[in-house]
């Protein structure tokens, strides 16, 4: 089971964005975050906690291991506004949190 | 260019059944692991099937499994959702992904189609 918080996020461009998922069981590093802007399909951003997508700005980076994770987002975009998931791939069935949203004022 | 495009979805009554189809291009198929990804109508991400590359292997989630089943069809470069015994629950909006190399067992998805919707209601 993952729990991401918070619910939403505002912040302004430029500043710093940390979102968290915690999972109820050891995953190691297997954690994935995934980007999904409105009325898009998701995108993959982190895989295995902190590697990034082909594509990906650097301005995106995971971290973690065990049970705690984060996502961080450096220097925030106006495209950056999305709901961000995390998404564990230990076990089967995998599983997603129920998602963060970030807003930008 | 890498695509996903599904086709299939629309509305059902309760009990019925559907089958949503996914053609692929962009890149070898019968290569990839292949996940299907469901979204309830402002809700969250969830994992509902995946199928091997050589279409041996599958898995799903506890809410389908006995009622949905995962296919492919290599020559054609598609992958399918046959979806039975509808609920009304199941309405969402039905992805395919591809499984990304570095994941073991299609275990994240590094592209995904645009989504079918699926309307179970009478």
């Known amino acids: 089971f993952l729990t991401q918080s918070p619910a939403t996020l505002s912040l302004h461009p430029g500043e710093r964005a940390t979102l968290s998922c915690r999972a109820s069981?050891?995953?190691?590093?297997?954690l994935v975050w995934y980007q999904q802007r409105p009325g898009q399909a998701p995108r993959l951003l982190i895989y295995?906690?902190?590697k990034r997508a082909t594509g990906v700005p650097a301005r995106f980076s995971g971290s973690g291991s065990g049970t705690d994770f984060a996502l961080t987002i450096s220097g925030l975009e106006a495209e950056d506004s999305a709901v961000y998931y995390c998404?564990?791939?230990?076990?089967?069935?995998?599983?997603f949190g129920g998602g963060t949203k970030v807003e930008i004022k | 260019e890498v695509q996903l495009v599904e086709f299939g979805g629309g509305l059902v009554q309760p009990g019925g059944s559907l089958r949503l189809s996914c053609a692929v291009s962009?890149?070898?198929?019968?290569?990839?692991?292949m996940t299907w990804v469901r979204q309830a109508p402002g809700k969250g991400l969830e994992w509902v099937a995946t199928?091997?590359?050589?279409?041996?292997?599958?898995n799903y989630a506890h809410s389908v499994k006995g009622r949905f089943t995962i296919a492919r069809d290599n020559a054609l470069n598609s992958l399918y959702l046959q979806l039975n015994s509808l609920r009304a629950d199941d309405t969402a909006v039905y992805y395919c992904?591809?499984?990304?190399?570095?994941?073991?067992?299609?275990?994240?998805?590094?592209?995904w189609g645009q989504g079918a919707l699926v309307t179970v209601s009478s």
């Open positions: 992904a591809k499984g990304h190399i570095n994941c073991r067992s299609a275990t994240c998805f590094d592209y």
């Open positions: 962009g890149f070898t198929f019968s290569d990839y692991w």
């Open positions: 199928i091997q590359d050589n279409g041996t292997e599958k």
């Open positions: 069981q050891n995953i190691a590093s297997f």
């Open positions: 295995d906690a902190w």
């Open positions: 998404q564990q791939r230990t076990n089967w069935p995998l599983t």
